[in-house]
């Protein structure tokens, strides 16, 4: 399903709570971004804290700001709903199955649709509180989009010249996408243009935001409730463990991910 929205919000404060972030790459992980191996990694061990998990993931990806009508930005929209009806079918997804609970068995997710909204148009930089109010905004003005479910993350994807803060960091200085929850029973991600070097390498843009959205991905499916699902104490969620390893699954570009069970990221 694509949608073209056209409603006025308005923002919140920024809640400034903490959310687990893809963090800006240092020089020396730039290097290995397109070819990393498996490799050493931390001591890690991530434990159940008896919150929600994603079992069947249902995406619904928010592309946000007129940036998106321009035809180069359109294209890129078309290839990252591409990707998602792949991954979430994927290999990428059977490797979280170690993660299943009794009742809770972690499984293949779907596409669920996509939305364009232009206005009411972002600015040249938005809050974390502002997304969030966005999103309750939009869900309570069109019934058409899929309401929140046990299952359902919403995918808000940004064009390029906008920024986003959140937990008093900026995005391309401090972080390249996050995701984070509502109450408990909203489950967001958020993607800012990967507009620097320290969100792309030596990545094209696409690759650069499919490689963080599997990142987001995976922690979201784990870990809805940030530090309420699988998590580690010392090194974090899923994803942040291996942050800038990268591998190829069915053609595109996604992270590595911990594995309890292989003791490595794979």
């Known amino acids: ?18 959310i687990r972030v893809v963090p800006v790459a240092t020089v020396d992980e730039i290097g290995v971004f397109t070819d990393a191996a498996a490799g050493p ?10 919150g929600p998990l994603l079992t069947n993931v249902e995406v619904f990806t928010i592309f946000w700001g007129k940036g998106w009508k321009l035809p180069a930005n359109k294209k890129l929209a078309g290839q990252i709903n591409g990707f998602f009806d792949v991954i979430l079918g994927s290999e990428l997804i059977d490797q979280l199955g170690e993660y299943s609970r009794p009742g809770l068995k972690i499984g293949h997710g779907t596409h669920t649709g996509t939305a364009t909204i232009t206005t009411p148009n972002v600015g040249l930089s938005v809050s974390d509180g502002a997304i969030q109010h966005f999103l309750q905004q939009q869900l309570s003005s069109h019934p058409s989009m899929p309401q929140p479910s046990k299952n359902t993350l919403y995918f808000v994807y940004l064009p ?15 972080f390249c996408g996050y995701h984070s929850d509502i109450n408990g029973t909203m489950f967001y991600a958020v993607m ?3 507009g620097c070097v320290g969100c792309t390498g030596s ?22 409730v940030p530090g309420m ?10 994803g942040d463990i291996c942050a800038w ?11 590595l991910e911990w594995s309890n069970k292989k003791k490595s990221c794979a």
């Open 245 to 255: 390893k990268n591998k190829t699954v069915q053609g595109y570009t996604v992270q």
């Open 160 to 174: 390029p010249g906008v920024s986003v803060t959140q937990g008093g960091g900026q995005s391309c200085k401090v």
């Open 41 to 50: 990694a931390p001591a890690a061990q991530l434990t159940y804290r008896g």
């Open 229 to 238: 699902g699988w998590y580690d104490d010392n090194f974090g969620e899923i």
């Open 192 to 194: 800012p243009y990967p």
């Open 203 to 224: 990545l094209s843009a696409f690759d650069a935001l499919t490689a963080t959205s599997s990142h987001e991905l995976c922690e979201a499916i784990t870990d809805p």
């Open 1 to 18: 399903m694509t949608t073209e929205l056209t409603d006025v919000t308005r923002a919140l404060p920024n809640r400034g709570d903490a």
